[in-house]
């Protein structure tokens, strides 16, 4: 799990709360059932009617997106294909075949595939440029459902801070609480505006960084299957795909020692 989302929400929350308390505010007034109900509830429903269903039930996908981590590092994967180019020089693509079966990684086994059967290297490029497209729609359409709920959660806190002064004024015949019935109604613009800013806008925000960071790796992958197939030698793989490690979350540094360079 990706500990720096857990930890900026629970650090944001605990900053305005912090202020709050620190102004002399009460924290218990700052729990309003009525307020959460309209404001989450709202965005939900707004959420709801602004995408279909097929796209709705992604969103456990997305947040599984936004606060995992990915599997397998660049890095990794970089030694795979220099392992891989090692083997295509010394025994030919067919001595591919078992890898491209049981590689852990969906992309890298159908562009191992195609390059055992013989593919045609535009064709192949073709092929998984494609992919890549597929996968970097698919977390925009991440992305964009949770800039929606941060679009209309403030929204929704205005319409229940009117709805709230609407019963201010209709109680004017009693003005000891007309104070506290108005930091009330004011309670759903806060839920709205902070839910949008804390949460909904930054975890979309993340999404599109983990698309990006996913795409930017299926693109060396590409480049690197493309040199298995060329058999190119496995040192001149390391140096070409370790160019992408400067942009995707990597662990160690590529190592050079130990090459096959036949």
């Known amino acids: 799990m990706d500990i720096t989302t857990i930890i900026g929400i629970i650090a944001g929350i605990a900053a305005l709360l912090g202020g709050f308390l620190w102004e ?7 729990l309003q059932g009525p307020a959460a109900l309209i404001v989450f509830g709202g965005t939900a429903a707004a959420v709801a009617i602004s995408f279909p269903w097929r796209r709705l039930r992604t969103v456990p996908q997305a947040l599984r997106l936004a606060f995992g981590t990915r599997p397998a590092g660049a890095e990794e994967l970089i030694e795979d294909l220099a392992g891989m180019a090692s083997t295509a020089r010394r025994s030919g693509m067919l001595a591919l075949e078992k890898t491209a079966e049981n590689h852990e990684d969906p992309f890298m086994r159908e562009g191992l595939t195609l390059i055992v059967d013989g593919g045609d290297p535009p064709l192949i490029r073709k092929i998984l440029e494609l992919e890549i497209d597929k996968r970097q729609e698919k977390f925009d359409s991440y992305a964009k459902i949770f800039e929606s709920a941060g679009g209309y959660a403030p929204t929704m806190g205005i319409i229940g801070t009117v709805m709230g002064l609407i019963r201010v004024l209709g109680s004017l015949t009693e003005p000891a609480n007309l104070g506290s019935s108005i930091a009330v109604a004011f309670i759903a613009t806060l839920y709205g505006v902070a839910s949008a800013n804390l949460i909904f806008l930054p975890i979309a925000s993340k999404i599109r960084a983990r698309g990006e960071e996913e795409v930017q790796v299926m693109e060396m992958m590409l480049e690197g299957l493309l040199s298995v197939q060329n058999a190119e030698n496995p040192n001149l793989v390391r140096r070409k795909l370790a ?17 096959e360079s036949r």
């Open 24 to 30: 002399g505010g009460q924290a218990g007034g700052l």
């Open 243 to 259: 160019t992408y490690l400067d942009d995707v979350e990597t662990g160690a540094p590529v190592g050079t020692d130990g090459a």
